[in-house]
């Protein structure tokens, strides 16, 4: 009996090894990231989903999907669970980590491919159960990984040169909604910077502005009004009419994209907050 005792005892720091929350859902999973791009935020799609054996290893293939296009083989992801690590596999047989949540503070890790960008773990915290590991990058934008959900810049590296002007918008498992950027309200692309004839451009006035502006438009129609940071993030939303003050006090200076809806057709403009 002691013997079994002290075997069991043994026994139990493996029994008990804490493990990470997979990123994958049993069947797909399916990350939504949008990209900051100077008057435009396109957004791609990328689905995980069928096994397949490279090099004795056991990986998930990557399709993407640009703006609603078809999907593409895009590369590959492999993942242990043991340490939150996760590795991405390009077509060109380019592997890298790209998420490690066993990091602790202030240890550095190495954004991108070919151009690494190299940041320190300023913060290590829990939320909703989920551990998140934050960066102190160059810019105050959230650079993380986040258990379960993956690197919240994912694919940065497809548009753009810095973590941070990449952002998972929404992500699912299994097609059910596990996660939303709390900058939007849907998983679906802005269209920011997509207008219609310019002759019928919203005008946005006074602009630059300093307390508040008003939007005319062409018919005089009440129309639904978006304004987004320069990193793509929702910050203020009305619907107005060409009588009607917006309030900006609340917006730092700076340079912002508004969205504008007037009859099912989307226009965008920058606002130049003083």
């Known amino acids: ?33 949008i990209y900051t791009i100077p008057d435009y935020f396109p957004i ?15 990986y998930l293939k990557v399709f993407k999907s640009y703006q609603g296009s078809a999907y593409n083989l895009f590369g590959y992801l492999k993942e242990d669970t043991s340490s939150g690590k996760l590795w991405f596999r390009s077509m060109d047989d380019k592997e890298r980590l ?75 498992k299994d097609n059910q909604l596990v996660y939303m950027n709390s900058g939007y309200t849907s998983c679906q692309d802005i269209d920011v910077g997509i207008n219609a ?33 320069s990193t793509g993030l929702l910050i203020l939303k009305t619907i107005t009419s060409i009588e009607k003050n917006i309030g900006i006090d609340c917006l730092p200076a700076g340079i912002y994209i508004v969205r504008i809806r007037e009859q099912g057709k989307y226009y965008s403009a920058k606002l130049y907050k003083e």
């Open 1 to 33: 009996m002691k013997i079994y005792l002290l075997l069991l005892f043994l026994a139990i720091p493996w029994l008990v090894k804490a493990q990470y929350k997979t990123v994958f859902g049993d069947d797909t999973t399916q990350w939504n990231i």
């Open 44 to 58: 791609n799609v990328y689905k995980a989903y069928d096994d397949t054996i490279i090099g004795n290893k056991s």
């Open 98 to 172: 790209i998420m490690d949540l066993s990091l602790k503070k202030t240890d550095t890790f190495y954004f991108g491919f070919d151009d690494s960008l190299l940041y320190t773990v300023d913060t290590i915290f829990y939320y909703n159960g989920k551990k998140h590991n934050s960066f102190n990058g160059e810019s105050n934008d959230s650079i993380q990984f986040i258990e379960g959900i993956g690197p919240f810049n994912l694919f940065y590296f497809e548009y753009v040169s810095r973590p941070y002007n990449a952002q998972i918008r929404c992500m699912k």
């Open 197 to 229: 004839n310019k002759s019928e451009q919203p005008l946005i006035f006074p602009n630059p502005a300093t307390h508040s502006i008003k939007i005319k438009t062409r018919t005089g129609n009440p129309v639904s009004v978006e304004v987004f940071s």
